[in-house]
């Protein structure tokens, strides 16, 4: 077997990175002119990592086009990256409550719950997507990239079958290459790797990931020299690669090409998720060149930077620990318990925006409403485009009386995420309270012709129906809801409700 995993690793990861960008970019499903060149404009934000520009961007982009999947897609992903994690979870959440199908939001998901561990739940999810686009070989390449990242030998399967449906795709050939050399079976994987160059070479826009993934494999082989043609020439068709930079700098590396090998590496200083890699390489290279001082300052901040990862994984897996183990007690509904548990987190840590935010809702429960909306203050002075954070705190005003107050943040949190149904029941609710029952149902029947409808809303659509005198109209509605869910407890005590406010009158 195999024990040199860089090439695999850089793959998946490299891939992963990519997975709902590229979606978004290269994918034929919404070629749509304008549109389409507007939301790949915002991709290409993401990708260079202006995250609150793109979010800002996305944000419009979804008012104008709010059932627009791949608007809420890449939505998600700049919200998981900056750390609405619970947000860009709901946002897909939505999108598959209406589009249960969409493979655009099914591989998000899966690749949200990798990240956050549930590796279990990230193969259902791609496993889904077969069974809906069996003739997708971009699905079993995602399903490829997780096995492989897994390290299980399905890996090859998968992307043997992607190759089967798309014959002609050089990094299909090159995937089915990087599982053999995972597998350890060097001849297959250079058969396979040799078959990949040369569609590479006749394709429309050679791919750069090919030539790279060739050049690990080379490096990985101690073919150092033949390794550093393949990454200049992905290097030609990505001046940006970084993966390739680095990869060079370690084949010029192992061939003692010291000079050539500093400048390279210290180009590749800019990317701060590899910073301590390549001060290990720096440093190697320093003491080869007799640079002393230089090779101690370099060793020196790696260090740093491995301590503080170190620290910092150390200090996230705790706060996970005491997050889940608080989140356990709101479960069981001992809500003085866990707001005393948040409470000692955010004392030691107040950072730790989550926790702001479930505290509010402890001590929303336990009716401390103005202490959940200082809680929510916080929470949303550090989280302005949480949808979630504005709907509770519109939730809260709202049992405060202050409609208006409470109407301005389920507004924000409409124009954050236009599916978000408990924005416009919230915004509807608003209307309600003031008696102001034709703009409520104005809300509530549109809310009722879009996929995003729910029992709430329609037994408020009901109530204000009935409160504006259209006692017709309101008992039509109720037996609709009751057609499409007879148990529906809430809507048969209204229907007796409705029933005793008619023999009264």
């Known amino acids: 077997m195999c024990t040199h995993t860089g090439l695999l690793d850089m793959l998946t990861i490299r891939r992963r990175t990519l997975l709902l960008l590229a979606t978004v970019l290269i994918t034929g499903a919404f070629a749509r002119g304008t549109e389409n060149s507007r939301l790949a404009n915002i991709a290409n934000l993401a990708a260079q990592k202006h995250w609150s520009e793109a979010a800002q961007q996305v944000q ?28 860009a979870s709901g946002i897909l959440q939505r ?11 099914l591989s998000a998901s899966a690749e949200l ?4 561990g549930d590796r279990s739940t990230a193969e259902a999810l791609l496993l889904r997507c077969t069974r809906y686009a069996p003739r ?10 997780l096995y492989q990242y897994l390290g299980r030998k399905e890996a090859l399967a998968a992307f043997q079958h992607a190759h089967t449906l798309a014959p002609d795709d050089p990094l299909a050939e090159a995937d089915v290459a990087a599982a053999y050399h995972q597998r350890g079976e060097g001849v297959q994987a250079e058969y396979h790797f040799r078959h990949a160059l040369h569609l590479n070479e006749g394709a429309a826009k050679p791919n750069a990931m090919v030539d790279y993934l060739y050049a690990e494999f080379l490096q990985d082989s101690n073919q150092y020299q033949q390794s550093l043609l393949e990454y200049d020439r992905s290097l030609q068709r990505d ?14 590396v192992r061939l003692h090409e010291w000079a050539r090998a500093e400048s390279e590496l210290r180009g590749c200083l800019k990317d701060e998720e590899r910073n301590i890699a390549v001060l290990n390489l720096l440093t190697k290279v320093a003491q080869a060149e007799g640079k002393n001082e230089d090779a101690q300052r370099y060793s020196a901040q790696a260090e740093q930077f ?19 183990n608080t989140h356990a007690l709101t479960l069981r509904k001992q809500f003085a318990e866990a707001a005393e548990s948040y409470r ?7 950072r730790v925006s989550e926790a702001w935010l479930h505290l509010a809702q402890c001590h929303a429960e336990l009716g401390k409403l103005d202490a959940a909306q200082s809680d929510l203050q916080h929470f949303l ?13 519109g939730r809260i005003l709202l049992r405060q009386a202050q409609t208006q107050a409470a109407r301005n943040e389920f507004v924000h949190a409409q124009q954050i995420d236009p599916l978000f149904a408990d924005a416009r029941v919230g915004i509807a609710a608003s209307y309600v309270m003031e008696g102001n029952y034709v703009e409520a149902i104005h809300v509530l029947r549109n809310l009722a012709d879009s996929p995003g409808a729910t029992g709430e809303s329609q037994l408020m659509l009901t109530e204000a129906l009935f409160k504006n005198h259209q006692r017709t109209e309101a008992a039509q509605e109720l037996n609709r809801l009751l057609k499409h869910d007879p148990s529906n407890k809430a809507a048969l005590q209204m229907k007796v409700w409705l029933s005793q406010m008619g023999t009264e009158h």
């Open 344 to 350: 000692q987190l955010l004392d030691e840590h107040p």
């Open 306 to 324: 491995s301590n503080d990862a170190v620290a910092e994984k150390a200090l996230n897996n705790q706060i996970a620990s005491l997050l889940q």
């Open 239 to 252: 001046p940006a690669f970084t993966d390739a930079h680095l990869g060079r700098a370690k084949s010029l």
């Open 113 to 116: 719950s990798r990240r956050l």
């Open 95 to 105: 999108v598959l409550a209406i589009h249960p199908r969409s493979i655009e939001a």
């Open 60 to 87: 419009l982009y979804r008012q104008a086009y709010p059932e627009s999947i791949e608007a809420a897609v890449l939505q998600s992903e700049i919200w998981l990256h900056l750390g609405l994690l619970s947000d």
């Open 136 to 145: 997708s070989a971009e699905v079993w390449q995602r399903l490829g990239d």
């Open 381 to 393: 002075s550090m989280e302005p485009e949480s949808a979630s954070g504005h709907v509770l705190f």
